[in-house]
């Protein structure tokens, strides 16, 4: 009578104890730029100037806050106009730029067609180009499009940024293609394959798109504002934030605070998102 060992795996408790503490350290030096942002907003003046800087507040306050507060009661376009201005573009163009990216990629994806490997390449290449370089054509073109001074003159560029199309399309490239034909034999026209079918699969992908593209809105709505438009009750926070606080040395407090709240939004959408990410991507895998 034979019989058939199993290897079995098995740690120590001294090595998933040096494991432990390596992943806690590594995690906490990487959270130290956070940790001291929330510290600098609590911080009263004579702490933020002092040389050289403690890490840690040592007699806290939310004094920043309320100087913050004032400063922004004190602007003659409602505060709340900022936040509905940022938040319009941020949530219309990550909307618009996931859309349009998905279903561009698709067909590259899991269509033949003649010119589909020189759109694809058209598109790997522009990836070469950093904004910058861009900006003067892209100005040209919203001025041409009748958009500047607008919120489209924002939104335009980062629906068609060319970064989600390429994420997508890798990741389309995944989905088994028996599973489209099998679609395609129940009578799946291509909108609902592409809609029921492979954005299902693809949920990382553009779990993973929202993300960056929610970020890279919010973070630079102010810089592209400050480009695009013109018209005061057009702004966005960050725009009306670095005006506002643009006071010199006296507004230092207000500035930290306005920081940490800037950073919390993108962080928040994060934090929600990164658990569905990695759920996804732990269950989504497929093969022919």
Known sequence: MTGIRTKRLSRSWAGDL????????????????LIYVINNAFKPINEILKFPPDFFVRNPTLNNFTDLYYLLAGSWVPFTRYIFNTFFIVII??????????MAAYPLAKRKFPGKGILFAIVVFSLMFSATVTQITNYMTISWLGLLDTYWAVIIPAIGSSLGLYLMKQFMEQVPDALIEAAQIDGCSEFRIFWNIVMPIV?????TLVIFSFQGLWNAGGA????????????????????ILAG???????????????????ILIFVLSQSSVIQTMSTSGMKE
């Open 224 to 243: 592209a504002g400050a480009i695009y438009i013109y018209s005061e009750q057009l702004k966005t926070i960050d725009y009306a934030l670095g005006q």
């Open 18 to 33: 040096i494991l432990f503490a390596l992943l806690a350290a590594v995690g906490y030096f990487m959270a130290l730029p």
């Open 203 to 207: 949920k990382p992908a553009w779990l």
């Open 248 to 266: 010199g040395i006296i507004r230092t407090g207000p500035s930290m605070a306005a920081t940490l709240l800037m950073l919390s939004v993108p």
């Open 93 to 102: 163009g990550t909307a618009g730029h996931v859309l349009i990216a998905s």
